[in-house]
């Protein structure tokens, strides 16, 4: 008879799935029925998120009203502050919020909501919903089928078939046509610098808390202008903090000048970092010297190269356009952190690369 023990191994039970959100964690009561209307209140994509922030931040706590600032709510839904404090004044406006006092004072979210009024009343005027709208509101009434397909309608997936001349409201999910990059580059590449994400989300969140219609062309006519006026902006408000022969430089500005560069070069050498990455490195630092050094500096032609903002990035944004279908570049392992140092820079612009200063494969 042997002496040892046999080992008996019990089944693994295999890693244990995670749990989601428990109540356990904390929750929210709101009434049936309000949900209910709020599906029905058709509020805007904006409006959404701040009414359901305010009611967590009040009924989540069992309070009716709480003192919220416009900063804390901004900064807890990532919207820009100026939409926040529209939203609610709407809102407001529509008795769908309440607010306690002057616009500092305590908002909650008004459950009567036999008291809200219609986003189609304004001053007193009851407008006539469009027939889009009508079908909308009545969706949850009359079951709509697609003669083509036999499918309900309301199942059928967003293709954005809006036509060019049909006009309707900001959505939230908007976007510009894919030929008007196209378009801006061909009337004013330096614009291009100064539509981003943060620029469309701004322009979005904005006309989202307006009522006005307009067309696909119209949409992107105004998204034009609002690249026009950012960019006159951004002019007027650097600041002056360099001094040059007696002249006043503006400051570099470093973010449009990565941005000219993901336009022109991104594809070729990779994209530039992020602005708060780029920012107090050595990198960034030979961009400023470079920025002051050609700064009132004139061209070959006689030509002054810039002396503004404007005139900077788009000087910027031709050269590396240029560099774009340079050969020697195109062959070199000079990159957007290599290139700013004024050696590598005067031998990139004059395509005369060589190893050592920028290696030529």
């Not at 926040?84 to 500092?104: P, W």
């Not at 780029?278 to 810039?306: C, D, F, I, Q």
Request: hydrophobic share 35%.
């Amino acid at each position: 008879m042997s002496n040892t023990a046999e080992i008996y191994k019990f089944p693994d039970r295999g890693a244990e799935t995670p749990k989601g959100p428990q109540v356990e964690d904390g929750f929210t009561r709101l009434a049936k029925p309000l949900m209910k209307e709020l599906g029905r209140a058709r509020l805007r994509a904006t409006e959404y998120p701040v009414v359901l922030f305010i009611i967590d931040e009040t009924y989540g706590w069992q309070q009716k009203s709480k003192v919220l600032a416009g900063e804390y709510i901004a900064k807890g839904l990532g919207m820009p502050r100026s939409t926040v404090a529209s939203v609610i004044a709407e809102l407001v406006r529509r008795k769908i919020l309440f607010r306690e006092g002057d616009s500092h004072g305590p908002v909650g979210f008004n459950k009567h909501y036999d008291q809200w009024v219609s986003k189609y009343q304004v001053s007193g005027k009851t407008k006539t919903p469009t027939k889009t709208k009508q079908c909308l509101e009545n969706a949850d009434k009359v079951s709509q089928e697609n003669p083509d397909t036999n499918k309900d309608i309301r199942n059928t997936p967003n293709t954005n078939t809006t036509t060019a001349r049909e006009e309707f409201e900001m959505r939230f999910d908007w976007k510009p046509s894919e030929s008007f990059e196209d378009r801006v580059r061909m009337q004013n590449p330096t614009l291009l610098g100064y539509l981003n994400a943060d620029t469309l989300t701004e322009f979005v969140n904005y006309w989202s808390t307006r009522s006005e219609k307009l067309s696909q062309a119209q949409w992107e006519s105004k998204l034009t202008n609002k690249l026009v006026d950012t960019k006159r902006r951004y002019g007027e408000r650097a600041s002056k903090q360099h001094a040059d022969d007696g002249k006043s430089i503006s400051a570099c500005p470093h973010e449009l000048i990565l941005n000219a560069w993901n336009t022109r070069l991104s594809s070729l050498k990779g994209a530039a970092p992020a602005p708060v990455d780029w920012m107090g490195t050595r990198y960034a630092g030979a961009l400023e010297n470079l920025w002051r050094k050609y700064w009132g500096g004139k061209n070959p032609s006689g030509n002054v190269r810039y002396d503004s903002v404007a005139t900077g990035v788009d000087w910027f944004d031709r050269v590396f356009a240029d560099l774009s279908s340079s050969q020697n570049f195109a062959n070199s392992d000079v990159n957007i952190f290599k290139l700013f140092y004024e050696n590598v820079f005067t031998a990139a612009i004059n395509r005369q690369l060589q190893t050592g200063m920028g290696a030529v494969r």
